[in-house]
């Protein structure tokens, strides 16, 4: 018997596709609560993202459930403590958006150190401003990667694609983890005194919040730039901004806000830096990979059962 998939919040098509090659699905976006409640007595799976609000009062009365999947990164809308008493697994898609991030931060980058966003914006006022936007290569370059993990190594791998040595540090991994990523370690005080590129790749945590603070850049190369991908407030943003405006350090790409959007944040005078809008998911591979890593979860769950 083909298990049943309630689809709750939508997800890309190819992954409502691929569901339906194992399973029996049901899409119902726009459900109340109190519907979802009466509906998931039928389901043996359910898919949301961040729209439905899985609560305690829906996880009791699913009494064939047996998996969530949030196609996704976050979890806050799953009552994760039900769920677990019930023994229903929740799985999530955190690996999806990896390489598109990798992508955007060496984007940037480049951006950066060749001064693109420059030259687009004055060509286009009439300018032709060779002279003054000369640029850096990023080849025989040192990048730091602060957190060596999914979207930490993609952007060292493609930074070594360009010439860079990659100095990483992560408290979870070894030298020798580093060299077999080509990669050599440093202490984190250490790691940054070194680079030209510095990229924070680490969670959001009561450790790494000002993780990067005005004594720490005050340690760079004068140089040097700064790349925040990860989440706002990771690097000081007042003291990012300082250190930009005296010159402290030569420039910064920064993709995630203390705030979002980051209305009234002084590094929006800036010139001397790249700003996104948290653009590191919003492709659409990342989008149809939010919804099928999730889906393949679930169809695992169901073969392994
Ligand atoms: P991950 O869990 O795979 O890797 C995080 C790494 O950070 C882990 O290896 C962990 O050991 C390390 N770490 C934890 N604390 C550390 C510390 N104090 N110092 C150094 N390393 C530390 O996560 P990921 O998928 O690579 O995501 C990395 C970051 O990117 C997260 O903050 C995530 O929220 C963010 N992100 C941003 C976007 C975007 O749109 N810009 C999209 C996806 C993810």
Redesign the pocket.
Known sequence: MKPKILISDRIHDKAIDEARLFADVDLEFNLTPEELVDKIRDYEALIVRSGTKVTREIIVNAKKLRIIGRAG?GLDNIDLEAAGEKNIEVVNS??A??I??AE?VIGSLIALMRNIHHGHSSLKKGRWDRNKLTGNELYGKKMGV????????EVADRARAFGMDVLA?????TAEDARENNCEYRE?DELIKEVDVLT??????E??RG?IDTARIESMKKDAVIIN???GG?VNEEDLYNALKNDTIRGAAV??FESEPPEGSPLLKLDNVVLTP?????TEEAQINAGTVVVEKIRNHFKDA
């Open positions: 990164v955190p690996e958006s990896t598109s991030v955007l602060i957190g060596f993990g999914r979207i930490g190594r540090f992560d408290p979870n991994m984190l924070l790749h680490v969670p959001l945590t450790k790494t993780l991908a990860a989440r990771i993709d995630v948290h653009l590191g998911a919003s």
